[in-house]
Nanobody, 125 residues
Framework: QVQVVESGGGLVQAGGSLRLSCTSS????????MGWFRQAPGKEREGVSC????????FYADSVKGRFTISRDNAKNTLYLQMNSLKPEDTAMYYC??????????????????WGQGTRVTVSS
């Protein structure tokens, strides 16, 4: 069964940090480009950060550039998103997903339709 599981969210004050993790079952994460996506209430799901096969290339949305870092540990079959200097506007449900090809872009429209339950991030002001 193909599945991803996100964890690491929580409630944090503005300026704080969180590290999100994503693990998979049914497929190895290092066989795919991967991405982190988020969805705030009333908004569409947006691409936050994506990483290519081999971790050679990374993409960050302008809103998180310089604050978030995506990485993966293939030995642990885990994808990470280190989030620093968090802002209230980062509040959202965060999801990870495999994407069909890194060069298509960091958008949920290019993700395989295997979504986890997500992990909630709440940043208080």
């Amino acid at each position: 069964q193909v599945q991803v599981v996100e964890s690491g969210g929580g409630l944090v004050q503005a300026g704080g940090s969180l590290r999100l993790s994503c693990t998979s079952s049914g497929f190895p994460l290092d066989d795919y480009p991967m991405g982190w996506f988020r969805q705030a209430p009333g908004k569409e799901r947006e691409g936050v950060s994506c990483i290519s096969l081999g971790s050679y290339r990374t993409f960050y949305a302008d809103s998180v550039k310089g604050r978030f870092t995506i990485s993966r540990d293939n030995a642990k079959n885990t994808l990470y998103l280190q989030m620093n200097s968090l802002k209230p506007e980062d509040t959202a449900m965060y999801y990870c997903a495999a994407i069909r090809a890194y060069d298509l872009g960091c958008s949920s429209r290019y993700a395989y339709d295997y979504w986890g339950q997500g992990t909630r991030v709440t940043v208080s002001s």
